[in-house]
């Protein structure tokens, strides 16, 4: 080999060294990616949702499940449990559930997001929503609201009822059950006199009671002063 021809081919491998060199510069990232020597098979080709597929005879990517299919957790099996109705199509009394204080802690905190929006924290039907304009509901506390039966409660978180939209895609079938001890622990909070309340705790109470009527008439005395 000349002289001539080792210059230029280290002028010819420094230029390559220096083009790898640019490539590592920092906060410039790399628009092409690495070089991949080994694939290994990462990359592969896909079909994207509802395309065309060119290996199925129909011609379509999605393939239909095979008849009688079940997604995990959609098993619906129990017709009162995921209707709320018997099997002569009348709704069921009482919630099909056991029901323990965590779950109307469950449903106190799912109907706060979904439900108290329009029927408010209190359920007397002045959420916020209703604030801004939306068709106020009744309130929880009237009797005919009471009367409701749980499966029938149900029906309307599932299905909506007249201007109420269905919250069946929002709240699944656990959490609409949830919500249904919760609003009964709810009404009875609003319906409730003082032998609801077990002896012991009524004396505490009545104290309470009688501090804050202390603490108000002071209150009002230094106003007045
Ligand atoms: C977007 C506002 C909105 C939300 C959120 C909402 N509701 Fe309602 N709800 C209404 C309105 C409006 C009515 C009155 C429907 C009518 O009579 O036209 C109503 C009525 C009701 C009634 C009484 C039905 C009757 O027979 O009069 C019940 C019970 C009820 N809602 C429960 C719920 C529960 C439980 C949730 C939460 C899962 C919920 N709602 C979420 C707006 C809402």
């Given at each position: 080999m000349r002289t001539g021809q080792v210059t230029t081919l280290m002028v010819i491998l420094s230029l390559v060294m220096l083009s790898f060199l640019a490539g590592c510069s920092r906060n410039r990232p790399a628009r092409k990616p690495p070089i991949?020597?080994?694939?290994?098979?990462d990359n592969q080709e896909k079909y994207k949702a509802q395309s065309e597929s060119k290996f199925f005879a129909d011609g379509s990517t999605m393939r239909i499940p095979v008849d009688g299919t079940v997604a995990r957790?959609?098993?619906?099996?129990?017709p009162i449990y995921n209707t709320?109705?018997?099997?002569?199509?009348k709704f069921v009394k009482k919630v099909p559930v056991e029901v323990d204080y965590d779950l109307i802690k469950r449903g106190q905190e799912r109907f706060n997001i979904f439900?108290?929006?329009?029927?408010s924290r209190l359920g007397d039907g002045q959420g916020l929503l209703i604030k801004k304009g939306y068709i106020p509901p009744p309130t929880f506390h009237q009797d005919r609201i009471r009367q409701i039966t749980d499966g029938e409660m149900f029906g309307i978180i599932s299905n909506g009822v007249r201007n109420m939209p269905s919250y069946s895609s929002q709240v699944p079938v656990e959490d609409r059950w949830a919500i249904i001890t919760f609003l009964r622990a709810l009404q009875r909070s609003h319906n409730a006199?003082?032998?609801?309340?077990p002896a012991d705790q009524r004396e505490a109470l009545e104290k309470a009671e009688n501090d804050s009527k202390e603490q108000e008439s002071k209150v009002e005395g230094e106003a007045v002063k």
């Open positions: 991949h020597l080994n694939p290994n098979m957790g959609e098993l619906f099996d129990d709320g109705k018997l099997p002569n199509g439900c108290a929006p329009c029927h006199d003082l032998s609801d309340i």
